[in-house]
């Protein structure tokens, strides 16, 4: 797919705008030079990197930069940044006369410069580097802040440049995360038609099939993704930007996070409040896609109730105490404000009992997405060592609680 022809838009059937506002993506040899011509009216620019990122590609955006007044943000390479206000106050500091944030990094470093970017109004270029997430293209940043993961609606990079030699040496479990983010699409591309048809939301199949598309693309790779190939590297990369500017075109993160996203955040946020170790992004997301997929046939099995499950007030607190901590007053906030537990209505299942589990049965079996993560060496069983029988239970439980977006997880949370 030719990125910056789709950066132009779509026109589709649907009936929304499909707009972006990045100029350009180059997914490239040597693309860190594209910043001489993209900074070329910029005098003051702030660099933002890890000590990782930054030795990753960051002398070669300092040595493009060379003649510029340039600041540079350096967080330290461990332990693992986090962002949230601390970090954000970190790079706000620095602003000073900047007239363009160039960001060195992949997942947290690209959330926090678009944050910023979007909340000083001063423009933004990130150079990837790792192949592990689909943020780079998309309108959200995802972000820490009040003890709770909260996706900000922010604004786009004005370019995106990969380079696929200095992702292929990346962390070999950042490219299987990258990998493991594509393949939970199946889960979250699921959970969207759920939705559409649970809660009459707004469901675009053109947008639909270009996502899937990158999925059955991104599965012939693994092999390629493995031994570090740069074509591989080069095509992984191009699917989860491709899948970002597809979300960008939305204006949310639905067609490409779900259920198994929120379970990945649980485990995020709870090991943030525990001290407790958690996996990167995409692993989380790749495990969390086997669970979602074990729910789903799980209510396939069984029949549909006529009235929901509903918690007694004060169990209902008390769990939420126990799990979230000190951030339970925001989750139960937020659900309060959506108003999901206040009824027991099973009607909007029960209408359209068919539609919804022939849309179940269309997201692979369990088994079949420990094969495809098997591909790439990602292995459940250390995902179920890792975090341990108790606190998936929990997640499938209670990761619903930190997010406004309705999934399986709130579907089989209905039912028990």
């Known amino acids: 797919m030719d990125i910056n022809t789709l950066l132009k838009g779509l026109d589709c059937p649907c009936g929304r705008p499909h707009t972006c506002s990045i100029q350009a993506v180059y997914i490239e040899h040597n693309a860190a030079a594209r910043l001489g011509e993209l900074c070329r009216d910029v005098s003051h620019v702030l660099l933002v990197a890890d000590e990782n990122t930054y030795a990753a590609a960051g002398a070669q955006v ?29 790079v706000t500091s620095q602003l000073g006369d900047t007239e363009m944030i160039v960001g060195v990094g992949s997942g947290v470093i690209q959330d926090l410069c678009k944050y910023v970017s979007h909340t000083s109004g ?17 309108s959200g940043a995802a972000m820490i802040t009040g003890g709770m993961k909260v996706t900000y609606p922010v604004g786009l990079p004005t370019a995106i440049l990969a380079d696929p030699a200095v992702l292929a040496n990346a ?91 929120h379970l990945s955040h649980f485990f ?16 989380d997301v790749a495990y969390s896609t086997i669970v979602t997929a074990q729910l789903r046939e799980k209510l396939l099995q069984g029949k549909f109730p006529a009235r ?52 179940l049965a269309e997201m692979p079996s369990a088994k079949e997405i420990e094969r495809l993560l098997g591909l790439v060496e990602l292995d459940p069983a250390e995902f179920y060592a890792f975090y341990g029988e108790a606190c998936i239970a929990d997640a ?16 089989y949370y209905d039912f028990h």
């Open 122 to 138: 001063i423009p933004y270029i990130i150079v990837a580097t790792a192949p592990s997430m689909d943020g780079y293209a998309s």
């Open 308 to 359: 929901l499950y509903r918690p007694d007030p004060d169990h209902y607190r008390a769990e939420m105490a126990r799990v979230y901590k000190q951030v339970a007053p925001g989750c139960m906030a937020l659900q309060e404000e959506m108003g999901r537990y206040q009824s027991d209505d099973a009607a909007p299942y029960l209408d359209h009992e068919d539609a919804i589990r022939a849309v």
């Open 171 to 261: 962390p070999l479990e950042m490219i299987k995360a990258g990998y493991g983010d594509i393949i939970g699409k199946y889960s979250s591309l699921n959970d969207w038609k759920l939705s559409h048809l649970v809660n009459r939301e707004y469901f675009c199949q053109q947008i639909y099939d270009l996502t899937f598309e990158q999925l059955q693309n991104t599965i012939k790779l693994a092999e390629g993704l493995l031994r570090r190939d740069e074509t591989a590297i080069a095509a992984l990369t191009e699917a989860l930007v491709v899948v970002g500017i597809l979300l960008s075109f939305v204006g949310n993160s639905r067609p490409a996070s779900g259920s198994e996203h």
């Open 62 to 90: 300092a040595d493009v930069l060379q003649g510029k007044c340039v600041q540079t943000v350096l967080f330290p390479g461990t332990p693992l940044l986090i962002p949230n206000e601390d970090a954000i106050e970190a």
């Open 268 to 283: 995020e946020i709870t090991g943030i409040i525990n001290g407790r170790d958690y996996f990167p992004h995409g692993i």
């Open 396 to 411: 499938i439980r209670y990761a619903k609680d930190l997010k406004d977006r309705y999934t399986i997880l709130w579907m």
